[in-house]
């Protein structure tokens, strides 16, 4: 058995929706096909969230009714069926009265997350839709049944092993399963979700679950690249990856996959495809255990880092410096990134930056403190790059003409990190597809 996972884009407008339905059923091999809502949605519902949050009904009520017209607009080109039409202008009418009464009740965070789940709900309900009229055998499983995270919002794979076959059993003789990515229930048996971009997640908790064969995610793009296409000319797609070295890929910016989707798969060793529903036939990128091969495979940015340095003459010689350091940052759950240490002080960076007055007050109780912000990590990521040749000498070359804050060497054997300033982002990233993979 195998997942499949579409991408909003994927199913963002209704001849897109026809595609996928013809991706799923290109090979016999029994499938969950896990979907994101249409593009767009999630942002939307967003938006209606927090214009609720404001209190400003009025336009929550502006915002509601623009989406309804949408997904009005969207089933007129998905089926063709009078009958199925007229099912799918039920299941709109039932998410967009929720969406009206929401106007009329007052606002929590419990009501944020069921107002976010509307647009998977409807994606999976109106491509189930489309498969029956296509004549297309399926069922639909619903992820609120089994996806579910404990009290610190973590997936708990043990329950969803275990309800996931409860409910795979209970529909034996189908092949293939429709699900939510990115809602899920909580440990209040509320309706609550995996984080914007989640749905990744959900397709690799699924997949590790089911221990499934491979677990596909299905994009616009033909895989992993070795750049970011949007800043340089030429990229090119990345073969083969292994586990450690798409997690750092994805941490650093490469938006193709949600780093917290990696654990699973590589936990339970289920392979995960990236591939591309616009070139099916495209190889994309296979990230398995193994590497596939040795040297650099790719770089990636990523933006809003803070730098934070303490320096104290205390540090010297002292021991137990850098517990208390790292305690601060532990007690406001803020987590540090990279680290670099000299002998009297010590640099360290976030990426979240909301609990920052609170951390420097703390950390000047052991010396002085300065903060840089609006930095970029440059993350080079390969195999065993740190023992392949000439990598050190080709990178610092490349970017001679940068002012490198901080380096970070040596972690893993899969990662060169370096500090930028958010400015000369654009200009390393092209400096290092040249000096590094002689594309321009
Ligand atoms: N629809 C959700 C989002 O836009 C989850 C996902 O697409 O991965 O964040
Ligand atoms: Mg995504």
């Known amino acids: 058995m195998k997942v499949m996972k579409f991408g909003g884009t994927s199913v963002g ?10 991706l799923v059923t290109a090979d016999e091999e029994p499938k969950i096909v896990v979907l994101s809502a249409l593009s767009g949605t999630t942002n939307a519902l967003v938006e209606i969230s927090e214009s609720m949050a404001r209190g400003d009904r009025n336009a929550a009520k502006q915002q509601i009714e623009a989406l309804e017209a949408h997904y009005k607009q969207f089933i007129t080109e998905l089926l063709t069926d009078p009958g199925q039409l007229e099912k799918a202008k039920a299941v709109i009418t039932e998410h967009f009265e929720f969406l009206t009464i929401i106007l009329r009740i007052s606002f929590s965070e419990a009501l944020n997350k069921d107002i976010l789940a509307q647009g998977e709900l409807l994606s999976t309900k109106l491509f189930s839709l489309y498969l029956e009229e296509a004549h297309i055998d399926h069922v639909l499983i619903p992820a609120l049944e089994f996806m579910t995270i404990d009290g ?16 795979l059993q209970r529909n034996k003789e189908k092949k ?14 509320e309706v609550d ?11 690799s ?14 994009t616009d793009i033909d895989g992993m690249h070795n750049n970011d296409p949007r800043v340089v000319n030429k990229t090119m797609p990345i073969e083969q990856l292994s586990f450690e070295e798409a997690a750092e890929l994805a941490y650093f910016g490469a938006k193709i996959l949600h780093p917290a989707s990696i654990w699973p ?12 529903t616009l070139q099916p036939l495209a190889k994309g990128t296979l990230i398995t255990e193994k590497a596939g091969s040795v040297g650099v495979k790719a770089v990636a940015a990523k933006d809003g880092i803070t730098a934070i340095k303490i320096k104290s003459s205390r540090m010297l010689l002292a021991y137990g410096f850098l517990r208390k350091v790292f305690e601060v940052f532990e007690k406001y759950r803020t987590s540090i990134d990279m680290i670099t240490t000299s002998e009297v002080a010590v640099s360290v960076t976030i990426d979240n930056d909301i609990y920052i007055k609170e951390i420097v007050k703390e950390l000047e109780a052991y010396g002085a403190v300065e ?15 740190t023992e392949t040749k000439e990598v050190m000498r080709k990178l610092f070359e490349a970017v001679s003409p940068v002012p490198v804050r901080m380096v970070s060497y040596g972690g893993s054997r899969h990662n060169i990190s370096l500090l930028i300033p958010r400015s000369y982002k654009e200009q390393t990233l092209q400096l290092l597809n040249k000096g590094l993979f002689g594309l321009e």
């Open 205 to 218: 908790l699924i997949a590790a679950a089911i221990n499934a064969s491979v677990c596909e995610i299905w």
């Open 176 to 189: 293939i399963f429709i699900t939510q990515g990115y809602i899920s229930r909580n440990a209040r048996g």
């Open 152 to 167: 610190n919002d973590e997936p708990q794979i043990g329950t969803i092993k275990v309800k996931l076959s409860q409910l």
């Open 193 to 203: 979700n995996l984080k914007r971009g989640g749905s990744d997640y959900s397709a």
């Open 13 to 22: 407008k209704p001849q897109r929706m026809h595609e996928v339905a013809k």
């Open 371 to 385: 903060l840089d912000t609006n930095q970029t990590i440059v993350s080079i990521v390969g195999n065993e790059i």
């Open 265 to 276: 798969a590589q936990y339970f060793n289920v392979p995960v495809k990236l591939l591309n």
